[in-house]
């Protein structure tokens, strides 16, 4: 009796997660990496550098906090 319902919750536990888990099923791959991302499809493949990010320049401002002045920088 106790075979018969570890194999039955085997089979439910089994089955449930079947019908959760979904496959894609594109024609085309994607694969973002840390320098670059590329693509590949069923008419060849294309690689895509990303840009350079510039960061803005700091900006400071002096303000006054209970009789004390403070520089604060972002």
């Known amino acids: 009796m106790r075979t018969i319902l570890l194999i039955a ?3 439910l536990a089994f089955g449930g997660t079947m019908t959760v ?3 894609d099923a594109n024609a085309v ?3 973002r990496g840390v320098y670059r ?5 069923p008419r060849g493949a294309a690689v895509v550098r990303r840009p350079v990010v510039v960061r ?8 006054w906090v ?3 002045r403070v ?3 972002r």
Do not use: H, K, Q
């Open 21 to 23: 888990v979904t496959t």
């Open 9 to 11: 919750a085997a089979v």
């Open 29 to 31: 791959v994607c694969a």
């Open 71 to 73: 520089r604060r920088c």
């Open 56 to 63: 803005p320049a700091v900006v400071c401002r002096t303000v």
């Open 66 to 68: 209970n009789g004390v």
């Open 37 to 41: 991302a590329g693509c590949v499809g």
